[in-house]
C-alpha cells in the first residue's frame, strides 16, 4: 500500500481543493457562505475519501463514497458556472482537475471490482 500523499489522485485532488479555495474567495457573500463553504467541505471530503479507501484493505465501500461525494462537488461547480460566479477561465482550470480526478477514481473503483471479482471467483492470482 503506497501513502496516500504518492497517489496521483490524491494530489491532484489536493490541488483542486487549493483552487477552490482561492476561487471561492471571491464569491459575493450570497454565494461564499452558502455554495462556497459547500465546496470547501466536499472537496476535503473527498480528500478524505481517497485517504480511506487507500488505508481500507476493503476499498469498494470508500471508493463508491468518494465517487458520489465526487459527483456531487463537479454538480456545485457546474452550478457555480449556471450562476455565473465563475469566470471561464476558473471554469476551464477546475474542469480539467476534476476530469483528471474522476478518470482516475473510475480506474481504481474498476480495478478494485474486477480484484473483487476474481476473489470471489477463487480465481488464483498471478503476482508480475
Not at 77 to 87: A, F, N, T
Request: aromatic share 8%; proline share 2%.
Amino acid at each position: 500500500m503506497a501513502l496516500c500523499y504518492d497517489l496521483p489522485v490524491y494530489r491532484e485532488t489536493y490541488k483542486l481543493l487549493l483552487e477552490i479555495f482561492v476561487v471561492t474567495r471571491e464569491f459575493t457573500r450570497e454565494y461564499k457562505y452558502s455554495i462556497g463553504q459547500d465546496m470547501k467541505h466536499d472537496a476535503l471530503e473527498l480528500l478524505r475519501g481517497i485517504y480511506r479507501a487507500n488505508k481500507a484493505k476493503e476499498k469498494q465501500e470508500d471508493l463508491e463514497k468518494t465517487l458520489e461525494n465526487f459527483e456531487i462537488l463537479k454538480l456545485e461547480i457546474r452550478l457555480c458556472s449556471d450562476l455565473k460566479i465563475l469566470s471561464l477561465n476558473k471554469q476551464a482550470a477546475l474542469a480539467v482537475s476534476t476530469e483528471s480526478i474522476g478518470k482516475q477514481l473510475t480506474a481504481w473503483n474498476n480495478a478494485n471490482k474486477n480484484k473483487q471479482n476474481i476473489k470471489e471467483a477463487g480465481i488464483p492470482q498471478v503476482m508480475v
